[in-house]
C-alpha cells in the first residue's frame, strides 16, 4: 500500500505552509517567470497562468495522492501573500527519506523565508512524519540555496558531477543549457537539535537571497 503525505497546513511566526489553491495561480507564474527561477530550476520558460492552474490542480494533487511528494505554497501570516514553494520529491517510504527543493518570489528575498519555511518542513517531517532523512541537492553556483542548506543544519555528502542542468540567457534572450555539478545535502533528525535555538540567538533568519 502506498503511504502518502497528509493534507496539512505548517505555521510559524511569519509564514503559513499550505495545499497550494487555484487563487495562487497569477502570483505562482509571475513567480516561475523570474531570471533566477529560471536559472537554477527546470521550469518551462515562459511559465504561463495555465502551466500554473496545471501544476496546482493535476500535478501537485497526484504527487500527493500517490505518495511521491508535496506541494506547498509559502505564504505570510499577516497578508497571505504568496511568498514561494516548498516541494518535496522522491520520496521513499521504506527508507522514510525524501527530497527537499524551495523556491522564494524575487520580491520576498532577503528575509529568511526559504530557510523558515524548510526548518519548519524539516521540524515536521521528523516529529510527525517520523521520517528519517531529507536531501537536498544544490547546483554548484547556486551559493544562496547552499546557504539555506547550511542556516537549517544540513551536511555536506559530496558532490554530483555533470548531474546538474542550469540555464543561463543568450545575449538574443534565449535560454540555454548549461551543464554543472550538484551539490547533496543531508539532513538528519539529530541534525536539527539546537538550530531553532541558534537562529533565535541570532535574531532570527538572516537575510540572503533564496531561491532553488
Known amino acids: 500500500m502506498t503511504s502518502t503525505f497528509p493534507d496539512i497546513s505548517i505555521s510559524t511566526e511569519r509564514l503559513v505552509l499550505r495545499a497550494l489553491d487555484e487563487d495562487d495561480v497569477p502570483a505562482l507564474a509571475e513567480m516561475m ?93 521528523f516529529g510527525d512524519q517520523k521520517f528519517e532523512r531529507i536531501e537536498l541537492r544544490t547546483a554548484a553556483d547556486n551559493t544562496a540555496s547552499q546557504q539555506v542548506a547550511q542556516k537549517i543544519g544540513c551536511i555536506s555528502e559530496g558532490v554530483l558531477r555533470n548531474a546538474c542542468i542550469a540555464r543561463t540567457r543568450t545575449e538574443d534572450g534565449t535560454w540555454v543549457d548549461l551543464r554543472t555539478d550538484f551539490i547533496v545535502w543531508s539532513l538528519l533528525p539529530e541534525d536539527l537539535e539546537g538550530v531553532g535555538d541558534q537562529l533565535a540567538d541570532t535574531g532570527g533568519f538572516t537575510s540572503f537571497s533564496d531561491w532553488n
Open 33 to 125: 517567470n523570474d531570471e533566477m527561477v529560471a536559472a537554477w530550476t527546470s521550469v518551462p520558460q515562459p511559465f504561463t497562468e495555465d502551466g500554473a492552474r496545471t501544476w496546482i490542480t493535476e500535478y501537485a494533487p497526484t504527487e500527493r495522492t500517490q505518495g511521491r511528494g508535496l506541494d506547498l505554497a509559502v505564504t505570510e501570516f499577516l497578508t497571505q501573500r504568496l511568498v514561494g514553494v516548498i516541494q518535496l520529491g522522491k520520496t521513499n517510504w521504506h527508507v522514510r527519506s525524501t527530497e527537499l527543493s524551495y523556491i522564494i518570489a524575487p520580491w520576498a528575498r532577503g528575509e529568511g523565508y526559504a530557510s523558515e519555511a524548510a526548518l519548519a518542513t524539516a521540524q515536521w517531517l
